[in-house]
């Protein structure tokens, strides 16, 4: 019996990325900035979150998708911020995929939504694999959990465009080096924008709504040009 | 651990392939996987195992070949391997390199099957 080669050249995450293309089309179309966050359990991606939704709703239309194995809990806390809170309980899933992001969405208006934040499974490792067609992606990292993560973690700081450093206000206590820290994002990522904040005491928030409203105005430029 | 979940998208893939071919009894899967894929080799190797039962590849045997992280330097404008995964830069010139030339590979290369 003899074997023969197959040449097939697929791309096995093909499905997942033609998907995730085909929603970054639909958000820039009408006009929604897509924002994804992702971290590791605990580095209080819902608690900035709380703070993002309820900064922005003051002149904005916000929403979320929340991703979490189970409960509810993360889409009623930030229920208090905007009703248009959406969980995606994954089961035993330990990542968003672009098809449960799509599903999610069914039914709203994109049209009415200016900012949509779509926040993933805590988990360091799975999220990376998986494009949810996002505009741009925050990875957390709490000063608690030490300045080292980007180096263990260096593709999920790499898949992500801008890194934010939260529980600022727990720095001190916890001796965390945010020299160390900014070196290491730097080290896995060259070029990567870092915010410090603390969803606590609100200290760095405005700098990441001033980079949400930027992002939001550049977006819709393309279609003002268009419609003159 | 997603690699249940990559196998099971790859499983799907060539079986797609092969009934485009009118059906394929295949040995051997090779797969290229880049060190940047976030995806690790031995899970996704037990996971393929798994994943396989009962379909029309089980029994067939998955190959791994390690693709290494090469980032592009724009100072020595060529492509070079960074000194590790966590320190993307270049080995020579020591400029980060922002651009990756391969290391995220997750592609089914080729399928060896029974002529």
């Known amino acids: ?228 | 651990m997603h690699e249940l979940s990559i196998a099971i998208s790859m499983i799907d893939q060539i079986l797609e392939e092969s009934d485009s071919r009118g059906g394929l009894d295949v040995e051997v899967v090779h797969l290229r996987l880049g060190v940047f894929s976030g995806v690790d080799k031995d899970a996704l190797s037990f996971a393929y195992e798994l994943a396989c039962e009962g379909s029309a590849l089980e029994g067939s045997r998955l190959e791994i070949e390690t693709v290494p992280l090469v980032i592009y330097c724009a100072v020595c404008q060529k492509d070079r391997t960074p000194p590790s995964v966590y320190q993307l830069s270049c080995p020579d010139c020591g400029s980060p390199g922002q651009k990756i030339v391969t290391g995220k590979e997750i592609e089914v290369a080729s399928l060896e099957i029974v002529a």
């Not at chain 1, 929403?63 to 979490?68: C, K, N, Q």
């Not at chain 1, 959406?86 to 969405?105: F, Y």
């Not at chain 1, 049209?111 to 505009?135: A, H, K, M, Q, T």
């Open chain 1, 1 to 228: 019996m003899s074997t023969r080669m197959v040449e097939v050249r697929a791309k096995v995450m093909k499905q997942n990325d033609l998907l995730a293309r085909a929603l970054r089309e639909r958000f820039r179309k009408e006009g929604t900035c897509v924002v994804g966050l992702v971290s590791s359990p605990g580095s209080g991606k819902t608690a900035f979150l709380e703070k993002l939704l309820a900064g922005l709703a003051v002149d904005s239309r916000v929403a979320a998708l929340v991703g979490d194995l189970a409960t509810e809990n993360d889409a009623a806390r930030l229920r208090r911020a905007t009703p248009n809170v959406r969980q995606i309980t994954t089961g035993t899933v330990c990542h968003l995929d672009a098809q449960m992001v799509e599903k999610a969405l069914e039914s709203w208006q994109l049209d009415r939504i200016d900012f949509l934040f779509i926040e993933n499974v805590g988990n360091l490792v799975c999220p990376s694999s998986y494009d949810l067609g996002e505009e741009l992606r925050f990875v957390l990292l709490s000063a608690t959990e030490g300045e080292d993560k980007p180096l263990k973690y260096p593709t999920i700081f790499n898949s992500s465009d801008v890194a934010i450093i939260t529980k600022m206000d727990l720095a001190q206590a916890a001796e965390f080096d945010l020299a160390a820290a900014r070196r290491n994002i730097e080290s896995v990522r060259p070029g990567m924008q870092v915010f410090e904040v603390s969803a606590k005491t609100g200290a760095g928030m405005q700098a990441v709504f001033d980079l949400l409203h930027a992002q939001l105005a550049r977006a819709r430029q393309p279609q003002l040009a268009a419609t003159r």
